[in-house]
């Protein structure tokens, strides 16, 4: 292998299969920034595809035609917002991937878990962590 040339990523199941002493090795980290950074560009070719469709929409004469259109309209609108703010959450995991904190839970320093992080890759919180603060959101009306 020559400089140039990087180590194949792993896939899930090697990671799943990895030994506990692997967690957030370099190899590991590669895999989770590979798969947030296909996810964001994923996010942003939709935004892209939204605007693009947004604008190419032509007025319709009939209402029932142009209130389906509009209702249409805010659902996709209301979808990328939410995807605009996971874009948020996949730049802040890539930046814990670069200052070396991607993966360890932030409230206790515990491990989050590769099962969680596959699941969830811009998981911040280890699932215990996660129910808890649930637990404590319900309790107060949150």
Known sequence: MNATTTPALMTEAEILAAPESDYMSPRQLA??????????????????ETTTHLQDNEATPDPSDRASVEEEHTLELRVRDRERKLLKKIGEAIARIDAGEYG????????????????????????????????LKKMHGG
């Open 31 to 48: 895999f989770f920034r590979h798969r947030l950074q296909t996810e964001m560009e994923q996010l942003l070719e939709n935004a892209h």
């Open 104 to 135: 360890w839970c932030e409230e206790t320093g515990e491990p989050i878990g590769i099962g969680r992080l596959l699941a969830r890759s811009t998981a911040t919180l280890s699932l215990e962590a996660q129910e808890r603060r649930e637990k």
